[in-house]
Nanobody, 114 residues
Framework: QVQLVESGGGLVQPGGSLRLSCAAS????????MGWFRQAPGKQRELVAT???????NYTDSVKGRFTISRDNAKNTVYLQMNTLKPEDTAVYYC????????WGQGTQVTVSS
């Protein structure tokens, strides 16, 4: 079992930045894949970014160059640094972990609006 708790969401103006955190209940050193998904109103949940144990990362095209995913194994935490935010980034962001099966956090709201 893996519990995931997200934090760091909020309201930000276009062009601003936020950093999301995802704290895991167990050592993330042994978790195969961790990442972030998001779901905007009326849309399907979509992949934002993933990071594997070796540190390789993957991003959806719409966030490349603006978002950075990272992991701190000592703190059992994965981060999503989001820069140059746009209104279309508005969504509920979910932390994800693949450890024999998929685990999800409860989600954190990110709203980009002036």
């Amino acid at each position: 079992q893996v519990q995931l708790v997200e934090s760091g969401g909020g309201l930000v103006q276009p062009g601003g930045s936020l950093r999301l955190s995802c704290a895991a209940s167990k050592s993330i050193f042994s978790i195969n894949v961790m990442g972030w998904f998001r779901q905007a109103p009326g849309k399907q949940r979509e992949l934002v970014a993933t990071i594997v144990g070796g540190g390789s990362t993957n991003y959806t095209d719409s966030v490349k160059g603006r978002f950075t995913i990272s992991r701190d194994n000592a703190k059992n935490t994965v981060y999503l640094q989001m820069n140059t935010l746009k209104p279309e980034d508005t969504a509920v962001y979910y932390c994800y972990a693949l450890y024999f099966k998929a685990y999800w956090g409860q989600g954190t709201q990110v709203t980009v609006s002036s």
